[in-house]
């Protein structure tokens, strides 16, 4: 199905409906950078058993629109679509998962919109959030951007799929790195360029919402690879600060752990939600 944002913006959204009774509150998937709706597939295909489950295309992603007005991208926007498929399902709260930036996303979305989620599960989030890593990570995000336009998609897929967070996949699933990178060799290259530029480079320091994330008492799993340093050490961060966080550190596990370890993390986001009643 397709909805409409309130920029006019249409985002292709998948809805698996799931039992008649369900188990708990239905789960909202969001995507990182490098995948697209599909990157939720072992996850939907366990939890579609027992819950209702929403995936999405961000907005820049095919079959979403893609605005090209550097405007219409940010991480304000980010979160915004994601309540804007909630409201278009008549989905007053549900379980909001996300992975790197849909990890940022999601954790933003329990910040503004704590009354739409009952719990967050935020997973690979941190690139770029150390205040001593942020200007690198934002050139290398304004670099990438760059060659997006020039480029194209399939040259930055054998570049950025390939990165050392992404190498465990590989080596744990061929098959499945492969898969991942022909979604990333698909990536509409102005859609990226501008997600890159307007919701990558230009996100706030998680560092500097600690503040605020200290307030936010919406039950969060944290989840990280313990061969992911820059998600790691800004999780270790976000635990120590948020008042209702449970940690997972997976061993030998890059930036992709739903699809490195789908069997661990979906029995680890069974356990949360079933020890926080939801």
Same mark, same amino acid.
């Given at each position: 199905?397709?909805?409409?944002?309130?920029?006019?913006?249409? &985002?292709?959204?998948?809805?698996?409906? *799931?039992?008649?009774?369900?188990? *708990?509150?239905?789960?909202?998937?969001?995507?990182?950078?490098?995948?697209?709706?599909?990157?939720?597939?072992?996850?939907?295909?366990?939890?579609?058993?027992? #819950?209702?489950?929403?995936?999405?295309? $961000?907005?820049?992603?095919?079959?979403?629109?893609?605005?090209?007005?550097?405007?219409?991208?940010?991480?304000?926007?980010?979160?915004?679509?994601?309540?804007?498929?909630?409201?278009?399902?008549?989905?007053?709260?549900?379980?909001?998962?996300?992975?790197?930036?849909?990890?940022?996303?999601?954790?933003?979305?329990?910040?503004?919109?704590?009354? #739409?989620?009952?719990?967050?599960?935020?997973?690979?989030?941190?690139?770029?959030?150390?205040? %001593?890593?942020?200007?690198?990570?934002?050139?290398?995000?304004?670099?990438?951007?760059?060659?997006?336009?020039?480029?194209?998609?399939?040259?930055?897929?054998?570049?950025? *799929?390939?990165?050392?967070?992404?190498?465990?996949? #590989?080596?744990? /699933?061929?098959?499945?790195?492969?898969?991942?990178?022909?979604?990333?060799?698909?990536?509409?290259?102005?859609?990226?360029?501008?997600?890159?530029?307007?919701?990558?480079?230009?996100?706030?320091?998680?560092?500097?919402?600690?503040?605020?994330?200290?307030?936010?008492?919406?039950?969060?799993?944290?989840?990280?690879?313990?061969?992911?340093? %820059?998600?790691?050490?800004?999780?270790?961060?976000?635990? $120590?600060? &948020?008042? /209702?966080? *449970?940690?997972?550190?997976?061993?030998? !596990?890059?930036?992709?752990?739903?699809?490195?370890?789908?069997?661990?993390?979906?029995?680890?986001?069974? %356990?949360?939600?079933? !020890?926080?009643?939801?």
């Amino acid at each position: 199905m397709r909805i409409t944002t309130d920029d006019g913006v249409g &985002l292709a959204v998948y809805d698996h409906p *799931g039992p008649e009774e369900p188990a *708990g509150a239905p789960i909202l998937f969001v995507h990182e950078f490098g995948g697209d709706h599909r990157s939720w597939d072992p996850q939907v295909r366990h939890f579609a058993a027992s #819950r209702r489950c929403v995936t999405y295309d $961000a907005r820049g992603y095919p079959d979403s629109d893609v605005p090209t007005d550097p405007a219409a991208y940010s991480q304000r926007r980010a979160v915004a679509d994601a309540v804007a498929v909630l409201d278009a399902l008549e989905l007053d709260r549900a379980v909001v998962v996300g992975n790197s930036m849909g990890g940022f996303a999601t954790l933003h979305l329990g910040l503004t919109h704590p009354d #739409r989620a009952v719990a967050l599960v935020v997973a690979g989030c941190g690139y770029g959030a150390a205040p %001593e890593r942020a200007e690198a990570f934002r050139a290398d995000a304004l670099a990438l951007a760059d060659a997006y336009e020039r480029d194209g998609s399939e040259a930055v897929a054998r570049d950025y *799929g390939n990165r050392p967070a992404r190498q465990p996949l #590989r080596r744990r /699933d061929p098959a499945g790195h492969a898969g991942h990178l022909r979604i990333l060799a698909e990536h509409d290259p102005v859609g990226a360029a501008l997600t890159m530029r307007g919701v990558q480079a230009a996100r706030p320091s998680l560092f500097d919402l600690r503040e605020d994330i200290a307030a936010m008492t919406v039950p969060t799993l944290l989840l990280a690879g313990d061969t992911d340093p %820059e998600a790691l050490d800004a999780t270790l961060m976000l635990r $120590a600060t &948020l008042p /209702d966080a *449970g940690l997972a550190v997976l061993p030998r !596990t890059g930036h992709l752990a739903n699809l490195e370890l789908p069997g661990v993390v979906n029995g680890l986001i069974e %356990e949360f939600l079933a !020890t926080s009643g939801r």
